[in-house]
């Protein structure tokens, strides 16, 4: 299938376990796949690695731990890439995309947000997930120097006004009430009547 222009691109960051999988799968299924496509910039990241290296892409793209061993050799090999072109791995991410809604799951660095901005200035927008670190732990976080403090994950905690915050707790209003600005802004981007889809809760 062809890339396919965008007409919203939600571009979301957030530190490890604070919940960007599970609340843009969540936007995926309120939205449908007709409308909208998840986009990960660390999938080609991923896909190159596990490639060079005999590992297996699928479980490096999952939850689980086994992407974790092999977090911080990924994040200098990608880092050497970016350095050369900062769009490389947006550019080919980008390539997946065939739904007039992209959802960017893992934005990490101020050149990502630059590259989607620069590249599509009307259409970006920058979403924040946030969750406390008690609730992260829960979700198997565990601090690791040298990954929660690099880039990676601290590239986005400053200098930048996002355009919502959503706040992935327990005790946070729901999120489809949260969510709701974010995906009325999608249908309507995406022509679509709201009244004829879900009611927003
Ligand atoms: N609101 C929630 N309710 C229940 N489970 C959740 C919620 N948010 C996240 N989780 C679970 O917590 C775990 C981590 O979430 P997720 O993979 O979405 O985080 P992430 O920010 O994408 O993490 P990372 O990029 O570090 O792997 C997953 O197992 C996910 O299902
Ligand atoms: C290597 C890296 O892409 C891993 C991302 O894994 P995840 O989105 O946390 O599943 C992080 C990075 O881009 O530096």
Redesign the pocket.
Known sequence: METTAPKLILLFSGK?KSG??YVTDFIHKRLGPELCCIL???AP??EQ?AQENGLDYGL????GSY?EQ??AD??A???QR?QRDPGF?CRLAQKSATRPVWIV??A??LSDLQWFRSEYPSQSRSVRVEASQETRRKRGWEFTAGIDDA??ECGLDQGVQFDWTIFNEDSAPPLGEQLKELLSLALERAGVDESSTFSSQ
Not at 60 to 63: K, V
């Open positions: 490890r960007k999988d990960r910039l660390s990241l991923k690695y490096l793209l999952g939850p992407k092999y977090r990924m994040i090999w990608g880092e970016r791995f799951s893992d990490r660095r880039e990676s």
